[in-house]
């Protein structure tokens, strides 16, 4: 069975830092791509960053480029988001999902809660 479990999220200042991970687990791990995704509160869920670990590509939302990193612990079967100089408008519910790519993905997690206050 697959299995996507995030960290707990949590609640952080403006301009501070957090890092959620995704472990994972019911599947091989080397052939898939693992995104984040956020949701915030009335708005529809965006992409944020992805990590294809066949090839250790990466993507980044341009929202978050150059804030956030995206990296892969093969040994772990983990997928860990650093993210820094959080922002208000970086509240959300954060998803990761299993993929074939970064652009499909069949697999979610269960979300967890990060808020960012001002």
């Known amino acids: 069975e697959v299995q996507l479990v995030e960290s707990e999220g949590g609640l952080v200042q403006a301009g501070g830092s957090l890092r959620l991970s995704c472990a994972a687990s019911?599947?091989?791990?080397?052939?898939?791509?693992i995104g984040w995704f956020r949701q915030a509160p009335g708005k529809e869920r965006e992409g944020v960053s992805c990590?294809?670990?066949?090839?250790?590509?990466?993507y980044y939302a341009p929202s978050v480029k150059g804030r956030f990193t995206i990296s892969s612990d093969n040994a772990k079967s983990t997928v860990y988001l650093q993210m820094n100089s959080l922002r208000p408008e970086d509240t959300a519910v954060y998803y990761c999902?299993?993929?074939?790519?970064?652009?499909?993905?069949?697999?979610w997690g269960q979300g967890t809660r990060v808020t960012v206050a001002s």
């Open positions: 019911g599947f091989t791990f080397d052939d898939h791509a």
């Open positions: 999902a299993r993929g074939s790519t970064c652009y499909e993905y069949t697999h």
């Open positions: 990590i294809n670990n066949r090839d250790s590509s990466t």
